[in-house]
């Protein structure tokens, strides 16, 4: 597997052409300052625009989250996963008549009169997609290299490679989040980061966590600048009186942000001053951003949504034109109990992001934030009693005024959980595991093109995209406007 590449990130290559073109003079062509600045326009552009990472932790179950319905499909999901007959409900299978309330209705129909639902607990979420505010990609994970099930299979590793660790839950978090394995230090959130760092006045504010550490907002040069659902994280002995004594609180205060001549002392006390005056611009940019969208309670991504939102309204004064955020939700590794606990799991998705799409509105940035959703992998198919197992395709989201929505994207993957040479039996492994159609690369490239990210600098940020680009694998998979 290809390891991301930071030197071709070519807006970074911009910045050191210029500094030795300025060395150069005059007598350097006027052509390649041209070529030079032409590369970095993307980002110099005085827009908003910022993408919203939802990872869905555990492995989200696809075939009860896009429910294929019509009749020859259902039937069939239905009997794999334990229906009741007469297409009622049983064993982890929903019961057709359930799903009337969230059929998916697409501008295009989907090839062979395929049709699909959305689980009956996310009623706010068909609603973005039958509004044209949202849409789904259909079968998409983690390739280094297109496959068919014959490759899959094939012994052939060198030109056939698989991603790492299938099926394991860290590493498959990680290769969503980085196309390598746990103990990557570097992800494609923080890559787009280190192309946006010169757009923002503040670069600190690029990459805005609202769910704690994780390597897809790490990047080269971008920091992953975390924040709580109640804002900045202050350091209590700089905010606070300590024992009482504002005296103690200012000693304290000078004593770990005053310079030093000891190397590592310096930088300690370097990062310390820039975390306290983050957090004073934070907490003050926050104060005048408060949209009365109203978000749901007991919820916690939809308290991890309201920051970003409340940060995206306080975008002027924090100086930010282009961000990446990332939020989530866990519990979705549901080996058992799927009927009882995955409803209330994507009721929570749907409301949280369904008011995060009607803030953006309310803030007039509907069409300048995009928000996606990811998860380590889909599940089985077939049903292990109680629930399902690792798997590997899945089906997401794609919200935002930008979305070319009502519609699906990719191919609908078949109903089927065999091992025959039928056509219909392609893309998927076993245990009706989807062997994926759509790469996370083809995935994040959309969105990164959006974002800014020019042709040239996206192999840098995506280092298996290089594989892709046939009409079958294009590297736009075109759902962003």
């Known amino acids: 597997m290809h390891l ?28 390649l300052n041209l070529a030079a600045i032409g590369e970095a326009a993307a980002f110099n552009a005085t827009d908003y625009r910022a993408l919203v990472c939802v990872f869905l932790y555990g492995g ?74 949202a849409a789904v990609q259909l079968n998409v994970g983690p390739l280094v290299v297109p496959l068919t099930r014959a490759q899959y299979n094939s012994a052939d590793r060198v030109r056939y490679p698989l991603p790492p660790k299938l099926f394991s839950h860290n590493d498959q978090q990680s ?28 670069a ?10 994780a390597v897809f907002l790490s990047g080269d040069s971008a920091l992953s600048y975390q924040v709580s659902t109640r804002g900045a994280v202050a350091i209590n002995g700089v905010k606070n009186n300590v ?9 304290l205060t ?51 949504l309201k920051m970003v939102a409340r940060l995206i309204g306080a975008r002027n004064a924090l100086g930010t034109k282009r961000q990446v955020f990332l939020v989530s939700i866990g519990g979705f590794d549901l080996h058992d109990n799927l009927i009882a606990q995955q409803p209330g799991l994507l009721q929570r998705v749907s409301e949280a992001v369904t008011a995060f799409y009607n803030a953006t509105v309310e803030l007039g940035v509907a069409d300048k934030v995009t ?16 629930g399902s197992d690792h798997g590997w395709g899945s089906h997401h989201f794609m919200v935002g005024g930008a979305v070319k929505g009502k519609a699906f994207y990719g ?67 075109g759902f962003m406007a």
Not at 176 to 202: C, I, Y
Not at 204 to 213: A, H, K, P, Q
Not at 377 to 386: E, H, I, K, M, V
Request: proline letters at 6%; glycine letters at 10%; aromatic letters at 8%.
């Open 254 to 304: 000078t004593l770990i942000q005053q310079p030093s001549v000891q190397l590592l002392e310096h930088e300690y006390t370097r990062v310390t001053s820039r975390a306290v005056t983050a957090e004073s611009q934070i907490t003050s940019a926050l104060a005048t951003s408060n949209p009365t969208t109203v978000f749901p309670t007991n919820n916690s991504l939809a308290d991890q």
């Open 204 to 213: 600190l504010f690029t990459c805005m966590s609202v769910t704690g550490n």
């Open 411 to 477: 191919s609908a993957p078949p109903v089927s959980v065999t091992n025959t040479a039928a056509p219909e039996d392609q893309w998927h492994v076993g245990q009706g595991r989807l062997l994926p159609s759509t790469s996370v690369d083809q995935y994040a490239a959309t969105l990164a093109t959006w974002f800014g990210v020019a042709p040239s600098e996206l192999n840098g940020i995506l280092p298996n995209l290089r594989n892709f680009g046939s009409a079958s694998y294009p590297t736009n998979l």
């Open 4 to 31: 991301l590449q930071p030197h071709l990130h070519t807006r970074r290559a911009f910045l050191r052409r210029s500094a030795q073109l300025g060395l150069a003079g005059t007598a350097v062509p006027f052509a």
């Open 371 to 386: 928000t996606f959703t990811a998860s380590d992998f889909g599940r089985t198919l077939s049903s292990n009693g109680d």
């Open 60 to 133: 989200n179950d696809y075939a009860n989250t896009v429910i294929t319905y019509d009749d020859a499909s259902y039937n069939r999901y239905a009997t794999i996963r334990g229906g009741g007959g007469g297409q009622t409900a049983g064993g982890i299978a929903l019961a057709k008549s359930d799903l009337v309330g969230t059929l998916l209705n697409p501008t295009t129909a989907l090839p062979d009169g395929r049709q699909y639902a959305l689980h009956p607990s996310m009623p706010g979420m068909a609603n973005l997609f039958n509004t044209g505010k």
């Open 243 to 251: 024992y009482g004594s504002a005296g103690v609180r200012n000693a």
């Open 175 to 202: 290769i969503w989040q980085s196309s390598s394995p746990e103990g990557s230090t570097v992800g494609w959130g923080g890559n787009l980061g280190d192309l946006a760092l010169s757009s923002n006045t503040n």
